[in-house]
């Protein structure tokens, strides 16, 4: 049997930034705070936390006067940066280059139509620290659809921006704008931006064909990665013997049953370090 560790799954180049950051600062000061999981992989953040990281919500910024705490790749709301600063927090900010560029045009698009009555929408998960994050450029009016049966109840004879959370799966993006184009009246005002990332829409067309050259595939990621649910769906398209796996005791020996080629792949919050793990399991098996 052949177990082959895919080269281009693995970390974004967002969560790199931002754990290459917290190991500098806790080279430095072994103390480090982050709010929220730094990435959405339990072993991960386990070998950060022996390095001397805590995670913290926000609600515990009162009290961390004069510590540092680090903001993760999905970014905070302004609020955030607020209660840090009334609170003398040390803040180091290593929100994602590519949401960071996505508030902004949030920020601006609900500026330019706050008051003509527009609404702001973002296609995301709801309670997703990065849409909290966006939500938060708004004042918190901007409104969150999950599905088209959420756009229900938005005024659409006022100006209508339509966003995306950057992780969400660019079809079903499409999908909903045509339908929100479906129910619009004939002068209605919308634009659709293109802000899923493209390290996210890449990915789904590599795995499908990493998945389709494996008789079995082993998907590595974390429980509560919304990237590792959407690029698994994307596996179990392709290739119907892929399994989910967190860790590997996960895995299953019934799983590799006349089976001559392994692929091991991931999300873009998987460390390289936990596919190669599996990949060896997989051997021993
Ligand atoms: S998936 Fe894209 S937007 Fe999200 S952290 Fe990674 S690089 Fe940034």
């Known amino acids: 049997m052949i177990v082959e560790v895919d080269a281009r799954s693995g970390f974004c180049f967002g969560v790199v930034k931002a754990i290459e950051t917290a190991e500098r600062l806790l080279a430095d000061a072994h103390e480090l705070y982050c709010i929220g999981d730094i990435v959405h992989n339990g072993q991960e953040v386990d070998r950060l936390r022996q ?7 926000t609600d515990s910024l009162p009290q961390l006067a004069g510590k540092h705490v680090l903001i993760r790749a999905h970014g905070e709301p302004p609020s955030t940066y607020a209660l840090a600063q009334t609170h003398g927090v ?4 290593a929100t994602c280059p590519v949401v960071l560029r996505l508030q902004q045009r949030v920020k601006h698009a609900w500026e330019h139509i706050r008051n003509q009555g527009g609404t702001v929408i973002i296609y995301g998960k709801k309670g997703h620290a990065e849409v909290i994050g966006i939500v938060g450029q708004t004042q918190g009016e901007a409104v969150v659809v999950e599905q088209p049966a959420d ?8 100006p209508l921006e339509l966003f995306s959370q950057t992780t969400m799966e660019p ?3 499409q999908q909903l704008a045509n339908v929100l184009r479906t129910m619009l009246p004939p002068d209605a005002q919308l634009t659709v ?16 064909q990493f998945a389709a050259m494996h008789d079995v595939l082993i998907f590595v990621g974390g429980r509560k990665s919304s990237n590792a649910k959407t690029l698994f769906t994307t596996c179990q ?9 967190a860790s ?3 895995l299953q020996p019934n799983w590799f049953a006349n089976a001559q080629r392994v692929g091991v792949c991931g999300a873009t919050s998987t460390p390289q370090w936990l596919m190669e793990a599996v990949a060896k399991r997989v051997h021993e098996l």
Do not use: K, W
Not at 51 to 57: C, E, K, R
Not at 90 to 93: A, G, H
């Open 171 to 173: 079809q079903q993006y």
């Open 90 to 93: 040390m803040l180091t900010d």
């Open 151 to 158: 756009l229900h109840g938005i005024a659409l004879n006022a």
């Open 248 to 250: 590997p005791s996960d």
């Open 51 to 57: 390095l001397g990281m805590s995670v913290v919500d």
């Open 237 to 245: 398209q392709t290739n119907s013997r892929s399994h989910f796996v």
């Open 193 to 208: 931006h293109d802000t899923i990332c493209r390290q996210v829409a890449n990915r789904r067309s590599e795995l499908a």
